[in-house]
């Protein structure tokens, strides 16, 4: 009987680390853990439902001795698998079965794990010794049982063996698309070349070293070009594919598991991951350092997917996973990439993920902006926000029903006569928040106080409280060019999946209290948990450790009080802790001074009547004209050939007015209501194109991709 490690094995394989610059033997260590062993011992011999197995099958069917429950650990440099021993010894006389024993006890195997020279590519398992046990602890050295057990436990565990020959077969298809500047010839001499040698046993699994001959290729050094529209186009495609990989694998393995304790880890790694990638990227559009980010972020994975699969020994492709991806093979793999012509394409990566879940759902690695439910629950990230919306298709720009009574401040860009009561709104809004996420955290009432100036200054280091811009006359979201967000500067790509892009684009609310839950998530889990409160500096450092972990990731708590943090990393820490003294002297309005006013004295307080009525006036002077809205009598009268771009859908027709209006550009719009599920909705539409494509083009200049429909197509009596 064989067992073959099948696609796992072949990851594994294909992630060698190779340790030369010529043509020469290759020799990379290979660890098997007893865990996965056990499971693949279960797997082979112990396939009775119950796990557990005969082995005398007596014709008379008067005796029998059943194996369960098998142990694999390490003795004296051998591989000892014990195993509970249940034996019923009779024998037939007129057609009676006379019991002569009944025995409980176990069994002792002592076995060493071999390669054969004439099978390379497998492990075989060869008892050197065996003992029964009783449940005294004492041995059997003679006797009936004795005799007819030994006769049959060593060669059936001799049955027992690792086979890696499919891999290889598996690797054929794998192998171009991670070394295209191999031959056909080379690759499939190296793939000949490979067998196993050198197998031991340790205290924590087999070892062995798989050995082959890999020949080095010569590279040509080629001056870098500005890329072109469609390399651009690839190299986005290929970084955005390695996120999602990454994310749906931990993502599969923090639903494999109930402890809180790894989901944590496996949340932790992908931040940091996302935060490592987003600097990766800024430095530059290079392969090598988007590939170094890949590997050293499977490296972090790859401990935690092991305690995981240790922990659920019943499932096989966990715990082979685990085997045959170990953290040292990709980062050797990485370091010596140039050597190999090594590049991470896009087809790699599919084939990759189909290696580590054979599905074609999994496989497709699609990059999407969109909510992901399942990360939410997962790792229990903003729970608190509601999913109900004052609109159908909540991906629009516009507030959300749970901000509805901060509405004011969505759109409002600050002026010199509006500037005060714009920032005693936006810090009334701030206050708040801290207040309901702190109640959230149950953080000490100092605690709370130290959390309260720490998101009143992330948003003024971060945006100078600002949520939007104009650009070319236009209000739109504030932006940074590596895509962080609004008021708190929440990066887009780092939190995919775990925050309404849109939203956070033009829903203040929604943006500081996402803002909000990132830093509770790193003051709680790191800056307290930690004890930077214990450093010197005292309780504030609290609030300097999460602002770090929020600039740059969890691993970066301890940024702020590292001597060899990178300088420009330091001057952001201490413009921070800068502006958070300031705040915590109670000034924190000094805000203004960055959006080019002065510091509000408190003698200018506003009342929150005055900042409603600036905010309106504010409103109705952003285009200077009046919008012209249609109704369902201009629908009608169109040419029902032609096409309209369908913007969004909302449950009442304020909503859909107040969309018009923030959007802010000039044209045809109309609204027309209809029902669905026996509810009114209000449906907005935009210009009117003789042709589809003249839509299409025009539609490209909205964030989201709106509905191209005909006119005879719009549900309207």
């Known amino acids: 009987m064989k067992h073959s490690f099948g696609r796992a094995t072949a990851i594994f394989l294909l992630l060698l680390p190779i340790q030369c610059l010529q043509a020469e033997s290759v020799s990379v260590p290979l660890t098997l853990d007893f865990p996965a062993l056990q499971q693949l011992l279960k797997t082979q011999l112990f396939k009775d439902p119950s796990g557990s197995t005969e082995i005398l099958h007596d014709p008379n069917k008067c005796s029998e001795i059943v194996l369960s429950d098998p142990k694999l650990s390490e003795l004296n440099q051998h591989l000892q698998i014990k195993a509970r021993l249940s034996a019923k010894i009779a024998v037939k006389m007129m057609d009676q079965c006379m019991p002569l024993l009944s025995w409980e006890g176990y069994t002792q195997i002592i076995s060493d794990p071999v390669i054969k020279a004439d099978n390379p590519r497998v492990i075989f398992l060869q008892v050197v010794d065996s003992h029964l046990i009783n449940l005294q602890n004492e041995r059997l050295t003679s006797g009936i049982l004795w005799d007819q057990a030994r006769e049959r436990i060593h060669p059936y565990f001799n049955q027992y063996r690792i086979d890696i020959t499919p891999s290889i077969n598996d690797m054929q298809t794998a192998l171009p698309l991670f070394l295209p500047k191999h031959t056909h010839t080379q690759l499939n001499a190296l793939l000949n070349s490979l067998h196993l040698v050198n197998m031991r046993v340790s205290k924590s699994g087999l070892h062995s070293n798989v050995v082959f001959e890999v020949e080095n290729i010569a590279l040509v050094e080629k001056a870098e070009k500005k890329l072109t529209e469609q390399e651009q186009l690839q190299w986005e495609q290929k970084w955005q594919t390695m996120d999602v990989l990454l994310t749906q694998t931990i993502k599969q393995y923090a639903a494999a598991t109930e402890l809180k304790e790894l989901r944590l880890a496996l949340f932790d790694i992908l931040l940091d991951a996302r935060y490592q990638l987003q600097e990766a990227l800024q430095q530059g559009q290079g392969n090598d350092l988007v590939r170094h980010w890949f590997i050293n972020s499977w490296a972090q994975l790859m401990p935690v997917i092991k305690r995981i699969s240790a922990a659920h020994p019943d499932q096989a492709p966990l715990a082979l996973i685990t085997l045959v991806t170990a953290s040292d093979a990709l980062q050797a793999l990485d370091k010596l990439g140039p050597t190999l012509g090594l590049d991470i394409s896009v087809d790699g990566l599919r084939r990759f993920a189909r290696l580590i879940n054979h599905s074609e759902q999994f496989g497709a690695l699609e990059y999407d902006d969109a909510l992901d439910p399942e990360l939410l629950r997962l790792f229990e990230f903003n729970q608190d926000n509601e999913q109900h919306s004052q609109f159908i298709l909540d991906f629009w720009p516009i507030s959300s029903a749970n901000a509805a009574k901060n509405r004011d401040l969505d759109g409002w860009i600050p002026g010199g006569n509006d500037l005060n009561d714009y920032l005693l709104a936006v810090r009334k809004l701030l206050q708040e928040t801290a207040s309901r996420s702190g109640a959230k955290g149950s953080l000490t009432k100092q605690q709370q106080a130290v959390f309260n100036k720490l998101l009143l200054t992330t948003a003024w280091q971060e945006s100078c409280w600002r949520q939007y811009d104009v650009k070319h006359n236009k209000i ?15 990066n887009e790509k780092v939190w995919r999946g775990l925050v309404d892009v849109n939203k956070l684009r033009w829903d203040m609310a929604y943006n500081i209290k996402s803002g909000s839950n990132i830093l509770l998530n790193y003051m709680t889990r790191y800056a307290i948990k930690r004890g930077e409160d214990k450093q010197r500096g005292g309780i504030d450092n609290i609030a300097r450790a999460t602002y770090s972990a929020y600039n740059g990731g969890p691993s970066q708590t301890s940024r702020y009080r590292n001597s060899n943090t990178p300088k420009q990393w330091q001057k952001v820490d201490k413009a921070f802790y800068s502006k958070y003294k300031v705040v915590k002297q109670g000034r924190e309005l000094a805000v203004a001074e960055c959006l080019g006013g002065s510091e509000i004295k ?90 589809r494509k003249r839509a299409e083009k025009e539609s490209r200049n909205f964030k989201a991709q709106p509905w191209i429909r005909l006119f005879q197509s719009i549900p309207i009596k």
């Open 476 to 490: 739109v979201p504030l932006r940074s060019s590596t895509n962080d967000t609004g008021i708190m500067q929440i």
């Open 602 to 691: 408190p003698s200018h307080v506003s009342t929150q009547k005055k900042v409603l009525a600036s905010t309106k006036q504010v409103k109705q002077t952003k285009t200077g004209t009046k919008e012209l809205i249609h109704n369902e009598a201009w629908i009608k009268q169109q040419n029902k050939e032609h096409f309209t771009l369908q913007l969004g859908v909302f449950s009442s027709r304020q909503s859909a007015i107040g969309f018009v209006k923030q959007q802010n550009i000039t044209g045809n719009y109309a609204i027309y209501q209809f029902k669905k599920n026996r509810q009114d909705h209000y449906a907005v539409i935009y210009g009117r194109y003789s042709t």
